[in-house]
């Protein structure tokens, strides 16, 4: 699979003026995704600082760019009912003209859930959700008047061998990962073995890593991993975008 380069732009700590100005530059520089995260609080820095809703910001998104796609690094299935999800993911995948990634993952920040009045549950519950949740999405887009564009990714962001990997090798076509080289390696091969349990081809799925450091520390280890989507975090008030320059300089050396 081809090589490509993600940024997560952290919706905190920052202006929706200079998060849309660093959006453009990204896009500009030659990033292939630009996601966002779902959350109501800064995950660093103040916890109570600036801080900016998901889905709305992704909607501003669509008609802010015209050739990265976006999504979100992940959506919380516990904020939303599936159908309305559904709904707001195709409707953002039309403004974008088939741009969108929809993220998902069970969540986890516990501070979200508690000041915004939802259930927190088990870690377990929340998984058994999403794995309910997500035939629901797919079927919701069945019924949808316009339908989506296309086939809208669904990405799963998350490490759990038993739940989240195996609704992966289900329902997504992005499986995105946190870790070293060797535990990505790992995870995938527990991916591929779900896979080959209801089976399914495991090259259908791309496989996704977040990397904080330069090419030259991980870019060979997480390729090696089968990886083949690379995300930068950056968050405000300042936007450094040279370590995305630096990944995106990198993959076009590979040719």
């Given at each position: ?12 700590h ?24 779902d ?16 889905w ?6 669509a ?12 959506t ?20 974008s ?43 919701r ?21 038993k ?10 076509g ?18 591929d ?32 991993a ?30």
């Amino acid at each position: 699979m081809s090589i490509r380069i993600g940024l997560q732009l952290q919706p905190q700590h920052a202006d929706y003026d200079r998060i849309r100005d660093t959006l453009r530059a990204a896009e500009d520089a030659g990033a292939d995704v630009v996601f966002n995260w779902d959350h109501f609080f800064p995950l660093s820095g103040d916890p109570d600082g600036k801080h900016f809703e998901c889905w709305t910001m992704l909607g501003a998104w669509a008609e802010s760019t015209s050739r990265v796609e976006i999504g979100a690094l992940v959506t919380c299935n516990s904020y939303r009912n599936p159908e309305l999800l559904a709904d707001m993911a195709r409707t953002v995948d039309h403004i974008s003209k088939g741009r969108l990634i929809l993220g998902i993952g069970s969540g986890w920040f516990e501070k979200d859930y508690d000041e915004y009045g939802y259930d927190f549950k088990t870690a377990g519950r929340r998984l058994d959700d999403l794995g309910a949740a997500l035939p629901r999405i797919r079927d919701r887009w069945t019924k949808l008047n316009p339908a989506p564009t296309r086939d809208i990714p669904i990405l799963i962001g998350g490490g759990g061998e038993k739940k989240t990997l195996r609704y992966t090798a289900e329902y997504a076509g992005i499986w995105h990962g946190f870790g070293d080289a060797e535990t990505i390696a790992h995870k995938c091969a527990v991916l591929d073995g779900h896979c080959a349990t209801i089976g399914r081809d495991p090259k259908e799925i791309v496989r996704s890593a977040a990397v904080n450091g330069k090419p030259s520390e991980q870019a060979q280890g997480l390729l090696d991993a089968g990886v083949s989507l690379f995300t930068v975090g950056v968050g405000g008030p300042d936007h450094d975008l040279a370590l995305l320059q630096e990944w995106i300089s990198w993959r076009d050396a590979q040719g």
